[in-house]
């Protein structure tokens, strides 16, 4: 059975820094894409970018390029998403998803409040 | 990029109604395209791939339509349990796009 099993809900306050996680299973980790989702309190979905884990080939939306980082190890069949600096605005509940949708993880809320 | 136009934004129906939701691209993406339905709290759940393929474990109720620029997603007849959102996605060029997004909701 294919899963995505990301990381638990974080509470943290602007200008930190941020790794949340997806790890697959049930399927060749490093052979299928991984994509981030963002989905902001009351609203719609927003692809963020993607990577395809066996040779790290990472496709990035304008809107989030430089904003955060994706990466993955594919020894553990783990992506990630980070942020070096967080801000109020990045409170969201964020998804990981195989390829174009097929799975998704549980979802990772995200809260940034002083 | 590549701007999908979902519609309408929002609608009431009664159970048993046929529903349509159209999602409209910029420009030509073939059949690149997926429908995914999300209830409040859940992860999305992919109805409809490559613009009419339907997932296993979908019920036929839910058909999906189109090429090229203009797509449709149609519900032949509500079920209560179909009370939700409805997104389209493109992957046929970067960045990938959702539409907007449609609730469907009881009248």
């Known amino acids: 059975e294919v899963q995505l099993v990301q990381s638990g809900a974080e509470v943290k306050k602007p200008g930190e820094s941020l790794k949340i996680s997806c790890k697959g299973s049930g399927y060749t980790f490093a052979t299928y894409w991984i994509g981030w989702v963002r989905q902001m309190p009351g609203k719609g979905l927003e692809w963020m970018g993607m990577i395809y884990p066996s040779d790290s080939d990472t496709r990035y939306s304008p809107s989030f390029q430089g904003l955060v980082t994706i990466s993955a190890d594919k020894s553990i069949s783990t992506a990630y998403l980070q942020w070096s600096s967080l801000r109020a605005s990045d409170t969201a509940m964020y998804y990981c998803?195989?390829?174009?949708?097929?799975?998704w993880g549980q979802g990772a809320l995200v809260t940034v409040s002083s | 990029d590549i701007q999908m136009t979902q519609s309408p934004s929002s609608l009431s129906a009664s159970v048993g109604d046929r529903v349509t939701i159209t999602c409209r691209a910029s420009?030509?993406?073939?059949?690149?395209l997926g429908w995914y339905q999300q209830k409040p709290g859940k992860a999305p759940k992919r109805l409809i791939s490559?613009?009419?393929s339907l997932q296993s474990g979908v019920p036929s109720r839910f058909s999906g339509s189109g090429s090229g620029t203009e797509f449709t997603l149609t519900i032949s007849s509500l079920q209560p349990e179909d009370f939700a959102t409805y997104y389209c996605l493109q992957h046929n060029g970067y960045p990938w796009t959702f539409g907007q997004g449609t609730k469907v909701e009881i009248k």
């Open positions: 420009q030509g993406i073939r059949n690149d």
């Open positions: 998803t195989r390829q174009t949708g097929e799975y």
């Open positions: 490559a613009a009419s």
